[in-house]
């Protein structure tokens, strides 16, 4: 293996890993804002994963995809906000 | 390797070691709003350096803008979602009054709802409205 | 009367720039391409994207110190990296231990435009978040991680009103500029 691909490898362990914590959180919660801020990590976790796959390969075939990505984590985690401040009780 | 790829490699590196960061945070931190600044802050430098390595590697100068605005718009949009899930947090039950070693809004919050001020803020901006409805809800 | 009209009518111009300008580079930058043509159908559709989804006019403050806006770029980038790095060591670290506090910040300047830019910096550097708002007084309420002391929660007030000051001297209006040179003048008065 050549020393990029050492790098993906560590790369893919240490995303790998991240992804685990945050997959762990979003079962346990223990609350809904809990499971929304890991599902965020989790996003930013797949965005970390397509920079790194464009960087490796050398293409930028997902740059627009990872705008996008961002995008979605905002409007999925504030809508959730809201929607939790309409019904504090349960949240 | 070169210069670039070494470079590249420790960008790479350091940007997946953000992400395993705010996993940590979430993991070990007690409460929501410390699990907040875990999970969305290190993101903002970790995606700074995956794009930083994506940029090492292409070499492009069209490229650039690009990946100027994919982190701008994090830049953006990170602050607002975390404003919007903390004030919902510390709302609703998620206030952990013992993990706090000084609340300057709490009392704020008490002489409001006593006064029967609302505390308006869509978006965050808040003003006093002096009407009869002694809430907390922000949608008025 | 007439001459008023148009300076208004300018000055409009003038505050929609910013946001028209943002729009084109958008644009041009997710089709990677900066040709004349396609920067000119950019704008053709940031004029319309801005009139058909209006937005409330942001008041400017009617400066900008380029050299002093990359001073700040390069202020920031290292304050994210240290702060991310101290997030999580005390992730490690401290764990469930932390504690942590919710502090009053009030502002020198009544600008939206610099209150909104101040809890934005804030909230980006780790540590840090805004909780609550208050426009009237301009008061930030932020919650910041590990400041289990009173002199620890000052801190966290000096720093904040730092980034501010900072955030002053690349785009505060002439006021609040003079007003935090008064503020630095009496400071060095009082501590020889």
């Known amino acids: 293996m050549s020393g990029m691909e050492w790098v993906g490898a560590a790369v893919a362990v240490i995303l790998t890993l991240a992804a685990a914590g945050t997959i762990y959180r979003i079962a346990v919660g223990p609350s809904l804002l809990d499971r929304v801020i890991a599902a965020d990590v989790l996003l930013a976790i797949f965005g970390a994963a397509l920079a790194t796959e464009m960087a490796l390969r050398r293409n930028t075939d997902n740059l627009a995809l990872l705008v996008v990505l961002s995008v979605i984590g905002f409007i999925g985690s504030t809508a959730v906000a809201r929607f939790v401040s309409h019904r504090k009780e349960d949240a | ?140 | 009367m007439r001459g008023s009209d148009q300076g208004a009518i300018w000055r409009a111009l003038l505050n929609r720039l910013p946001l028209l300008a943002w729009l084109v580079v958008v644009w041009g930058a997710l089709w990677q391409d900066f040709s004349p043509g396609n920067l000119a159908f950019g704008l053709l559709i940031s004029v319309g994207v801005s009139s058909v989804f209006y937005l409330p006019p942001v008041e400017l403050g009617g400066r900008l110190n380029v050299l002093r806006a990359v001073v700040f770029a390069l202020w920031f980038l290292k304050e994210v990296s240290v702060a991310s790095i101290e997030v999580f060591y005390w992730a490690v670290v401290k764990g469930p231990r932390i504690s942590n506090a919710i502090v009053a910040v009030p502002l020198r300047s009544r600008s939206d435009l610099l209150m909104t830019a101040t809890g934005h910096v804030l909230s980006l550097i780790p540590g840090s978040l805004v909780v609550e708002v208050d426009r009237g007084t301009s008061t930030l309420y932020v919650h910041a991680m590990n400041a289990p002391t009173p002199e620890s929660v000052e801190k966290v007030r000096r720093g904040i009103q730092d980034i501010e000051a900072r955030l002053i001297r690349v785009m505060g209006s002439r006021a609040d500029l003079a007003a935090l040179k008064r503020e630095a003048a009496a400071n060095v008065k009082e501590s020889p």
């Open chain 2, 1 to 140: 390797m070169s210069v670039i790829d070494i470079l590249s490699a420790i960008a790479l590196l350091g940007g997946a070691l953000m992400s395993l960061a705010a996993a940590v945070g979430l993991l070990r931190f007690p409460d929501l709003m410390s699990r907040m600044h875990a999970a969305t802050k290190p993101q903002v430098l970790g995606l700074f350096l995956m794009l930083v390595a994506v940029g090492l590697q292409m070499r492009q100068w069209a490229l650039l803008p690009a990946l100027l605005v994919a982190w701008l718009f994090q830049l953006l949009t990170v602050p607002v979602s975390a404003h919007m899930v903390g004030r919902a947090g510390y709302r609703s039950k998620h206030r952990r009054p013992e993990l706090l070693s000084t609340d300057d809004l709490h009392s704020v919050v008490e002489a409001v709802v006593d006064g029967g001020a609302v505390i308006d803020g869509g978006g965050g901006a808040a003003k006093a409205a002096p009407t009869s409805a002694p809430t907390m809800n922000p949608d008025h």
